[in-house]
């Protein structure tokens, strides 16, 4: 998320209301397309195979595997691999790849998906006005995989988000998002839960919000526990805004003992403990995490490295935040603020 203090105005300059409706329009755009993007990294191939490598974080045979194939999502699963929301250059090749998927598989909705989900992060990578040149193009290429493909719930949800961040000026809806929702109520009532989940929490309704993450069946679909676990995500940052850290651990520890395997709970746990200043806790949970499914896309080393600047343990802190600064495909926010702290410890990446 790209903070509002860049678009603050110069000292004794006035911001007309266009200017400021302009920078806050940016500022939803860029934030709608992080959301959106983001639960891309849970899993999303169709192909048993290559989702299995793809979840493990097994790239380097992933990338071995995909480079004989020429299939839509073998095209697909480069393009992603080749993505780094913290590499621009990687972030155009990324998109040539998707590109070239969609001139070979012009109706893949794996490669339309893939399209949007890149352009998303080149949005991001690239600045506001980027953002805002941007948006449109994925909004085509995520409403093209859905009518390609209506059940390929990942575009669902992250078309749905688009709507509901981006302003009505720039091309979202309230309306669209919702129809989202009624049109596979009946046929992925499951899909319906997270993506009425998404409706209320646009209101700041969050107790409607628990309820219907509450009722989803998590089932066996390590895509679709990865969408659930990121909407959850969004209620446990509502939890921590308002100190309802009690809250937020009761139901994170649910989580994990739903599903035993994921680092994404355990991990969220150690947000809490260290939210309390629990920081030793934390530490033991973030570690704890390291060793589960998924951990390879979580900022584990930045988490750790904040926890032991927080307990005054300078040098493991700045380890830590060393390691994390050169580990790629981690989110840009996390890194800006990882390099701050490493300027703050007298150890700055260079």
């Known amino acids: 998320m790209?903070?509002?203090?860049?678009f603050k105005p110069r000292p004794g300059v006035a911001s007309s209301p266009m200017s400021c409706m302009t920078r806050s329009?940016?500022?939803?755009?860029?934030?709608?397309l992080s959301a959106a993007a983001a639960p891309a990294q849970a899993a999303w191939l169709r192909d048993e195979q290559l989702q299995r490598l793809w979840e493990q974080g097994k790239r380097e045979e992933l990338a071995l595997i995909t480079q004989s194939r020429k299939t839509p999502e073998a095209w697909a699963a480069q393009a992603m691999l080749a993505s780094d929301p913290s590499?621009?250059?990687?972030l155009d090749r990324a998109q040539g790849i998707a590109e070239g998927c969609l001139k070979q598989h012009p109706d893949a909705a794996a490669c339309h998906y893939v399209l949007g989900t890149v352009l998303s992060a080149k949005g991001i990578a690239g600045g506001m006005f980027q953002a805002m040149r941007l948006v449109g193009r994925v909004f085509e290429a995520?409403?093209?995989a859905l009518r390609l493909e209506p059940t390929m719930f990942e575009a669902r949800i992250a078309l749905q988000q688009a709507y509901l961040l981006v302003p009505a000026m720039a091309g979202g809806s309230v309306g669209k998002a919702a129809a989202l929702e009624a049109a596979v109520r009946d046929t992925q009532p499951e899909v319906a839960k997270l993506l009425r989940a998404n409706l209320a929490a646009k209101k700041d309704r969050w107790d409607e919000v628990e309820r219907e993450l509450v009722s989803v069946q998590l089932g066996?679909?390590?895509?679709f526990q990865g969408q659930a676990l990121?909407?959850?995500?969004?209620?446990?940052?509502?939890?921590?805004?308002v100190n309802d850290h009690a809250r937020a651990r009761e139901r994170m520890t649910q989580l994990s003992r739903a599903l035993p395997q994921s680092a994404v709970p355990v991990f969220t746990l150690g947000r809490v403990a260290a939210d309390e200043g629990r920081h030793e806790d934390a530490i033991r949970l973030y570690e704890r995490a390291r060793t589960l499914g998924g951990a390879h896309t979580l900022p584990i080393d930045y988490r750790l490295g904040i926890a032991h600047m927080d307990l005054g343990d300078k040098e493991r802190?700045?380890?830590l935040l060393q390691r994390f600064v050169q580990t790629p495909r981690m989110a840009p926010n996390n890194l800006s603020d990882?390099?701050?702290?490493?300027?703050a410890l007298g150890a700055a990446d260079r």
Do not use: M, N, Y
């Not at 590499?87 to 990687?90: H, I, N, S």
């Not at 066996?220 to 895509?223: F, G, H, R, T």
């Open 2 to 6: 790209i903070s509002l203090l860049l």
């Open 25 to 32: 329009v940016l500022v939803a755009i860029a934030i709608a």
């Open 220 to 223: 066996d679909s390590a895509s």
């Open 142 to 144: 995520w409403e093209t």
């Open 87 to 90: 590499d621009k250059a990687a």
């Open 317 to 319: 802190a700045r380890a």
């Open 230 to 241: 990121a909407t959850w995500q969004g209620l446990l940052r509502h939890w921590l805004q």
């Open 338 to 343: 990882a390099r701050k702290r490493l300027e």
